[in-house]
């Protein structure tokens, strides 16, 4: 059973456009959250992240939005660039970092020149 | 200030054989942990450790499988009498605190191959 979800496997985007990579999850215990980018070869690296607290969470290109209601955060970024084309992992923790962090399984973002 | 090291990048082992993977975390780091990624799929959380203690090892398949992270030394992942399934990266992070709030940094991970 995924208790976070990223539907869409890929992903194309014009470059200067907006790219939006959405993902959703399940269980109601968690309350934290964080985007990862992954080139091939290398290890996950840190994004962004957004606590339950907020529903927004802005740095410089990239924002997070969390809807608790409807269990979905987005990772959107303004504008596209060649570099972002990586693969993003969306992931989830229930508190306190004693658990590992629960991941999708990743959307892979190209960005179109 | 060198990142989370991981070693070998490469491993290629005989079905049976065991394997050793090693990972030194950031400096000032003192808690480890190890996700293993199969093909296509997602990370998923092996184990926690901290200095000399396990602190979660919920994601541990329960045989053939152990962590340690010595006093001195890297964290080490060993997998015993390995089978293609076992096949996959495995990625350790580091952190300086049991919290997730800066995010953990990422080895490059160690990409386990079982012929």
């Known amino acids: 059973d995924q208790q976070v979800k990223q539907n869409s496997p890929s992903l194309s985007v014009q470059e200067g456009r907006i790219s939006i990579l959405n993902c959703d999850y399940t269980n109601s215990m968690f309350d934290y959250f964080l985007w990862y980018k992954k080139y091939p070869a290398e290890g996950p690296t840190f994004l962004i992240s957004i606590s339950s607290i907020k529903d927004k969470n802005e740095d410089g290109r990239f924002t997070v939005f969390l809807n608790k209601s409807a269990k979905h955060l987005s990772l959107h970024i303004v504008p596209s660039q060649p570099g972002d084309s990586a693969v993003y992992f969306c992931a989830a923790s229930d508190g306190g970092g004693a658990d590992g962090l629960t991941f999708g399984k990743g959307t892979h973002l190209i960005i179109q020149p | 200030n060198a990142g989370v090291m991981q070693n070998p990048r490469h491993l290629v082992r005989r079905r049976g054989q065991e394997a050793r993977l090693r990972c030194s975390p950031m400096k000032g780091h003192s808690h480890v942990y190890w996700y293993r990624q199969l093909p296509e799929e997602g990370l998923k959380f092996m184990v926690y450790?901290?200095?000399?203690?396990?602190?979660?090892e919920s994601g541990m398949p329960k045989e053939r499988f152990s962590a340690e992270f010595p006093k001195e030394g890297p964290s080490i992942l060993r997998i015993q009498q390995v089978v293609r399934g076992d096949s996959a990266a495995y990625f350790c992070a580091s952190s300086p605190s049991g919290t997730e709030d800066y995010g953990y940094t990422f080895g490059s991970g160690t990409r386990l191959t079982v012929v």
């Open positions: 450790l901290q200095k000399e203690n396990i602190i979660d």
